[in-house]
């Protein structure tokens, strides 16, 4: 039977089958870190092999690592990837990233004719050598005193408030007293005591 041409395109296997297979836009992982990669695919190809293409260019990528048409895991090198059958998908793991890994990748599948494939961006981020959050807090620095100088000024006045000024009162009324009992001799203390006492002593009428 004759179909007509736009028909016999899409009543062919494989046709328009881009889309077949898709894939995250891009990635982010670590130097020296891992990322992980996963593409799912139409259930048609799973028993095709998937392949991990590095290269901006769709023809002259160059395949870093492939399966064999089954879910063992396969390695090359710091990449592997290993194929779920069942779920229609496979991962890709890439090792101890490096800034030059920082590149263009593809997830593709293996077919007759024209291989399928999605394009993943892959960026490796750098580690900072000076990441605060690595060091132990700084410490303040210190004065002769060992007081911080940022905060000697404050926890000076604190102290003369809540300490010194009360002993310096104390000290002071203290003085005051000693200084006031030493103007007056024992020998004038007790003759003025006794004064006072017979003084204040009811006297008796003598009779002539």
Not at 17 to 26: A, D, L, R, V
Not at 127 to 147: E, I, Q
Not at 174 to 188: A, M, T
């Amino acid at each position: 039977m004759w179909l007509p041409p736009a028909l016999l395109l899409f009543s062919l296997p494989g046709c328009f089958s881009i889309f077949s297979i898709q894939g995250p836009e891009s990635v982010r992982g670590p130097e020296q870190g891992s990322v992980t990669v996963l593409c799912r695919y139409s259930p048609e190809w799973k028993a095709h092999h998937k392949w991990w293409c590095q290269g901006a260019r769709w023809h002259t990528c160059h395949i870093l690592v492939q399966t064999r048409g089954s879910e063992q895991e396969e390695k090359s090198g710091r990449v592997s990837i290993r194929d779920n059958q069942k779920d229609h998908s496979f991962e890709v793991t890439m090792e101890k990233l490096q800034q030059d890994d920082t590149d263009t990748y593809w997830c593709g599948i293996e077919k007759t004719g024209t291989d399928l494939g999605t394009q993943v961006k892959v960026t490796v981020c750098p580690v900072r050598t000076d990441d605060t959050s690595s060091k132990p807090p700084a410490l303040p620095t210190t004065n002769s005193l060992g007081m911080s100088s940022g905060s000697s000024k404050r926890h000076h006045y604190l102290l003369l408030v809540l300490l010194k000024v009360p002993i310096l009162l104390v000290l002071a009324g203290l003085i005051l007293w000693l200084k006031g009992s030493q103007r007056i001799p024992k020998e004038e203390w007790e003759e003025s005591v006794y004064t006072n006492l017979n003084f204040n002593l009811p006297t008796k009428d003598v009779a002539p």
